[in-house]
């Protein structure tokens, strides 16, 4: 069975400054997807980055990176120029390739202040 | 692209009543849909999954006879909550899955949810 922990369950940031997101996830998997959901107040879950294991490039998104670390199971996500609109719960996600089910972590929730 | 709606987006309803919650992808074929219920503050949990044209496959400890699920059609599966009680209150949420999608990656796109009150 795959776990993810998030072991921030709050984090605040200035707007227009740099925040890191934190991820690790357990696996045997070799080929597998992650991805980071934000859930804003509204609770619409929305797909902020995906990554797929076997590519050793980590993805972007405008502001929006990820540093996966296969070897140390870690993928973290950082905003960049942070914006108000970015306050969230954020979720790490882990789907191994050829399954369909989401394990999700257990969240941060991030506040961007004026 | 990706979009799922979800209908309706909150409902009330008495204990003993059962509520039906539409979950559509509006601009996809969903071969796949979930069902997942979250509480305030903490993370989904995935309730069942469940293939068109096939039985859903529920999670250990959730109820399959409380929690009825159709799937009919490739853009359209349904969540029946069954003689609700308060317990039953939370936010539930759909989502839908296409392989085709986004470059084979196998993404869920999720709706809006449901918030659901049993009084």
Request: proline share 4%; hydrophobic share 30%.
């Amino acid at each position: 069975a795959q776990t993810v922990t998030q072991s921030q369950p709050e984090m605040s940031v200035q707007e227009a400054e740099t925040v890191t997101l934190s991820c690790t996830y357990d696996t045997s998997e070799s080929n597998y997807y992650l991805f980071w959901y934000k859930q804003p107040p509204s609770r619409q879950m929305i797909l902020v980055i995906r990554q797929e294991a076997y590519k050793q490039q980590n993805a972007t998104e405008n502001r929006f990176s990820v540093n996966f670390q296969k070897a140390a199971k870690s993928f973290s996500l950082k905003i960049s120029d942070s914006q108000l609109g970015d306050t969230a719960m954020y979720f790490c996600a882990f789907m191994k390739q050829g399954g369909s089910r989401l394990t999700f972590g257990e969240g941060t929730q991030l506040t961007v202040n004026p | 692209g990706a979009v799922v709606s979800q209908h309706p987006s909150r409902v009330i309803c008495k204990s003993g009543t059962s509520v039906k919650i539409e979950c559509r992808s509006l601009d996809f074929q969903a071969t796949t849909m979930f069902w997942y219920r979250q509480f305030p503050k903490q993370s989904l949990m995935l309730m069942a999954t469940s293939n068109e044209g096939s039985k859903a496959t529920y999670e250990q400890g959730v109820e399959k006879d409380k929690f009825l699920i159709n799937h009919a059609s490739l853009t359209l599966s349904t969540l029946t909550v069954t003689s609700a009680h308060p317990e039953d209150s939370s936010f539930y949420i759909c989502s839908a899955r296409d392989p085709q999608l986004a470059g084979g990656t196998d993404t869920q796109y999720f709706g809006p949810g449901t918030r659901l009150t049993v009084l």
